[in-house]
């Protein structure tokens, strides 16, 4: 594969910036009415959005014995732990220009002063002979770090990069609980940021079943080095473009699986999400795998 021209080091420095706080809409843009006090960004199963649909949050009972977590409260106790990625390709108009293609990751461990994220293959890769010429990654206080490919498993579609995070390391990397076996039904909530949105959006929905890829969509779309008759989860949810690599909570606030795609037109585009099944041996697998980090990054 690799056309990639460039490693962490030939990247930007680390940014700094404050949060924005306006919600933006698919296109990146502010959206006219912002969401109130007690709501949250979220796309409904079945809905059409431009990304500036709210929901609101709901409390639960004081005395509730360990509920399960309903939507606002994972998007507010996770906020932290998803990351906004993002690609630059060369633009298709030959002008020197960079192109960004934006997707979505899970926090899953620290390394020295880098912060390990667990994301899609498709989202950090080179598919189809593309340049990469940058990746980047940006945290929930809106700070952005340089990228690099550090684990891949293609057969599963599956990726561990490395956010080079120097001293904000403890800051900004919050690791995320993940699922310790994997579990194929019941309510879940996907987080990630779609299409060009810069807000983090929820996108709550049913794991209704496991299957095989080949059930879902034919052989020949699977991705290069991609096992066509995988596991898939089935999922009854809404996302776009750039929430692939974006976490999939069940309802104990537990990753469970990472959103590949879904249907790619007509209304089940809005209906339907697939997404990759991990747990944590799988998850810890793939780190093992990840040199360790020799030195103190000095930035």
């Given at each position: 594969?690799?056309?990639?021209?460039?490693?962490?080091?030939?990247?930007?420095?680390?940014?700094?910036?404050?949060?924005?706080?306006?919600?933006?809409?698919?296109d990146?843009?502010?959206?006219?009415?912002?969401?109130?006090?007690?709501?949250?960004?979220?796309?409904?199963?079945g809905?059409r959005?431009?990304?500036c649909?709210?929901?609101?949050?709901?409390?639960?009972?004081?005395?509730a014995?360990?509920?399960?977590?309903?939507?606002?409260?994972?998007?507010?106790?996770?906020?932290?732990?998803?990351?906004?990625l993002d690609?630059?390709?060369?633009?298709?108009?030959?002008?020197?220009?960079?192109?960004?293609?934006?997707?979505?990751?899970?926090?899953?461990?620290?390394?020295?002063?880098?912060?390990?994220?667990?994301?899609?293959?498709?989202?950090?890769?080179?598919?189809?002979?593309?340049?990469?010429?940058?990746?980047?990654?940006?945290?929930?206080?809106?700070?952005?770090?340089?990228?690099?490919?550090?684990?891949?498993?293609?057969?599963?579609?599956?990726?561990?990069?490395?956010?080079?995070?120097?001293?904000?390391?403890?800051?900004?990397?919050?690791?995320?609980?993940?699922?310790?076996?994997?579990?194929?039904?019941?309510?879940?909530?996907?987080?990630?940021?779609?299409?060009?949105?810069?807000?983090?959006?929820?996108?709550p929905?049913?794991?209704?079943?496991?299957?095989?890829?080949?059930?879902?969509?034919?052989?020949?779309?699977?991705?290069?080095?991609?096992?066509?008759?995988?596991?898939?989860?089935?999922?009854?949810?809404?996302?776009?473009?750039?929430?692939?690599g974006?976490?999939?909570?069940?309802e104990?606030?537990?990753?469970?699986g990472?959103?590949?795609?879904?249907?790619?037109?007509?209304?089940?585009?809005?209906?339907?999400?697939w997404?990759?099944?991990?747990?944590?041996?799988?998850?810890?697998?793939?780190?093992?795998?990840?040199?360790?980090?020799?030195?103190?990054?000095?930035?």
């Amino acid at each position: 594969m690799q056309n990639e021209v460039s490693d962490h080091r030939a990247q930007s420095m680390p940014q700094t910036r404050t949060a924005e706080r306006a919600a933006t809409d698919f296109d990146g843009k502010p959206c006219a009415t912002q969401p109130s006090a007690g709501q949250f960004p979220s796309l409904e199963a079945g809905r059409r959005s431009d990304g500036c649909s709210f929901s609101d949050f709901q409390t639960r009972d004081a005395g509730a014995q360990m509920p399960p977590l309903n939507t606002g409260e994972l998007y507010n106790r996770s906020r932290e732990q998803t990351v906004r990625l993002d690609v630059g390709v060369p633009s298709e108009r030959g002008d020197n220009r960079v192109r960004t293609e934006p997707s979505s990751g899970v926090i899953v461990a620290r390394d020295g002063e880098r912060c390990l994220i667990a994301t899609a293959n498709h989202s950090v890769s080179s598919i189809q002979g593309e340049q990469i010429v940058s990746r980047g990654a940006t945290f929930a206080d809106g700070s952005r770090y340089p990228v690099s490919v550090e684990a891949r498993d293609r057969s599963r579609d599956l990726a561990i990069v490395a956010a080079h995070t120097g001293r904000d390391t403890e800051r900004v990397c919050q690791p995320a609980t993940i699922a310790e076996r994997g579990e194929r039904s019941g309510q879940a909530t996907a987080l990630g940021f779609p299409e060009r949105s810069r807000t983090l959006q929820a996108s709550p929905g049913v794991v209704e079943r496991e299957i095989a890829a080949t059930n879902l969509r034919s052989a020949k779309d699977s991705l290069p080095g991609e096992r066509a008759n995988r596991p898939l989860l089935d999922m009854s949810m809404h996302t776009r473009p750039g929430n692939s690599g974006g976490p999939v909570f069940n309802e104990r606030g537990a990753v469970q699986g990472l959103v590949y795609g879904g249907p790619p037109s007509g209304r089940a585009h809005i209906e339907r999400t697939w997404a990759t099944p991990i747990d944590r041996p799988l998850i810890d697998g793939m780190i093992s795998r990840v040199q360790p980090s020799r030195q103190r990054a000095a930035w």
